[in-house]
Antibody, heavy 121, light 107 residues
Framework: QVQLVESGGGVVQPGRSLRLSCVAS????????VHWVRQAPGKGLEWVAV????????YYADSVKGRFTISRDNSKNTLFLQMNSLRVEDTAIYYC??????????????WGQGTLVTVSS | EIVMTQSPATLSVSPGERATLSCRAS??????LAWYQQERGQAPRLLIY???ARAAGIPARFSGSGSGTEFTLTISSLQSEDSAVYYC??????????FGQGTKLEI
């Protein structure tokens, strides 16, 4: 079945870096755009970044622009989120979510189970 | 940036009754709207896309309507397992893709 599995979360000090991964299975990864979405504890959903199916186009939320980098390795069916200069307010569960198609003008389905990132001194 | 506003923040309804959740966009998004359900401790799940199309495996008691700036998610014959937070999301004008703040549905 279609599945997305995130990993790489943990506790990190402010200013440090962390790299998240999302491994896809059950579908042809290279045919789809993929997103990162986060959810701070007890809060709503916030879109973070998206990469097109081939990695040629990437877009970011203003809150992470210049600090986070989204990338993908289609040979390994894996999505990444490199997070630098982390702030306390980056603390959240980070979900990867597949776009409906290669088109970026689409909804998100399915979602992974998420990985928790805690930024604290 | 398009701002999505959901109402009410919390809705309490009895089993078997109908729930109506609203979502408003700050400007027209045509029908480029999705609804997600997030049960406690779980990842969001797609319910509705294109404002009114049900996702695969979603029961018929979930229905969506609206276009432009006003949208509604209706859940008929409520069941206890429908207790969750529901989010609307626009994908018409991006980046950023934006979500409403959520409606907590209590059964």
């Amino acid at each position: 079945q279609v599945q997305l599995v995130e990993s790489g979360g943990g506790v990190v000090q402010p200013g440090r870096s962390l790299r998240l991964s999302c491994v896809a299975s059950g579908f042809t990864f290279t045919n789809y755009a993929v997103h990162w979405v986060r959810q701070a504890p007890g809060k709503g959903l916030e879109w973070v970044a998206v990469t097109s199916y081939d990695g040629s186009n990437k877009y970011y939320a203003d809150s992470v622009k210049g600090r986070f980098t989204i990338s993908r390795d289609n040979s390994k069916n894996t999505l990444f989120l490199q997070m630098n200069s982390l702030r306390v307010e980056d603390t959240a569960i980070y979900y990867c979510a597949r776009a409906y198609s290669s088109n970026l003008n689409n909804w998100f389905d399915p979602w992974g189970q998420g990985t928790l990132v805690t930024v604290s001194s | 940036e398009i701002v999505m506003t959901q109402s009410p923040a919390t809705l309490s309804v009895s089993p078997g009754e109908r729930a109506t959740l609203s979502c408003r966009a700050s400007r027209s998004i045509s029908t480029n709207l999705a609804w997600y359900q997030q049960e406690r401790g779980q990842a969001p799940r797609l319910l509705i896309y294109g404002a009114s199309a049900r996702a695969a495996g979603i029961p018929a008691r979930f229905s969506g309507s609206g276009s432009g700036t006003e949208f509604t998610l209706t859940i008929s014959s409520l069941q206890s397992e429908d207790s969750a937070v529901y989010y609307c999301q626009q994908y018409n004008d991006w980046p950023p893709y934006t979500f409403g703040q959520g409606t907590k549905l209590e059964i």
